[in-house]
């Protein structure tokens, strides 16, 4: 690690954004990014969230490098996704055109993973439009490993693209200095259906969101309740004077 890969040559320290990595299978597309940033060579952050759905969630975006500087990169992208009724490949193109040649837009450090079932693409302000040919993409420090990594599962395992992710990017923390193990994960099917998990705040004693209420499991059906109902009314009413009308035969007798 050079002394220029840590500052920029003004001397201000960068500010890292580690990994994030991308893999296309079986109709799904699933993106994880670690929640490490780094400033110089101190950790100042640990759980930063670094995925993105857009386009109603039928599109997933990650971004390695500074955070304002992605986070104009989306709404750019986003503007072309609408403008393109959704064309990830046309999207990207014009993104990255205008990122290459707006005087303003070409001084943004930041490089992005973005996706949908039938495509996943790495863009950068270099002019850069990639689309891997294995359906893996990965940026940042800890790229070389995820990618190592996630090739092997995909080679030798029928694990899908969620699964992979989250166990490559598991190895890629153990690897790099500048990835931590408090992944975000992003998925999104043909089908239309999205999921997350945020293992940052599974390792954060954060609270998780609940489904609704759920009845206790030995609750009885209505039905059983309207039987335990119905005994318990036999029962008052043979209890009404006080003793069982066989013992009040036996008085009289």
């Not at 400033?39 to 955070?67: C, E, N, P, S």
């Not at 119905?230 to 009413?237: T, V």
Request: with cysteine; proline share 4%; charged share 30%.
């Amino acid at each position: 690690m050079t002394h220029n890969d840590l500052y920029r040559p003004d001397g201000s320290p960068r500010l890292r954004a580690t990994t994030i990595l991308g893999v296309r299978r079986d109709g799904a597309v699933a993106l994880a990014g670690d929640g490490q940033v780094t400033m110089g060579d101190v950790v100042v952050k640990h759980g930063a969230r670094k995925i993105r759905t857009l386009y109603d969630g039928q599109v997933l975006a990650g971004f390695a490098g500074a955070v304002a500087d992605a986070l104009t990169l989306f709404a750019k992208f986003e503007t072309q996704l609408k403008s393109w009724d959704g064309n990830l490949r046309r999207a990207a193109v014009e993104l990255t055109k205008e990122w290459r040649t707006d005087r303003y837009l070409r001084r943004l450090e930041a490089q992005l993973i973005v996706g949908d079932p039938d495509s996943i693409l790495i863009l950068s302000g270099e002019g850069d439009v990639i689309e891997p040919d294995d359906g893996i993409a990965a940026i940042g420090a800890g790229a070389p490993y995820a990618t190592a990594a996630a090739k092997a599962l995909l080679a030798h395992t029928d694990l899908d693209a969620r699964a992979i992710v989250a166990s490559a990017m598991g190895v890629a923390a153990e690897l790099c200095i500048f990835t931590n193990d408090r992944f975000t994960i992003e998925s999104v099917a043909r089908d239309g259906a999205t999921e997350e998990t945020s293992e940052a705040a599974l390792g954060a004693d954060e609270e998780l969101p609940l489904g609704g209420y759920q009845p206790p499991a030995d609750a009885g059906t209505g039905a059983e309740d309207d039987e335990d109902d119905e005994a318990a009314a036999g029962r008052d009413d043979d209890d009404v004077d006080g003793h069982d009308p066989d013992d009040a035969d036996g008085e009289r007798g």
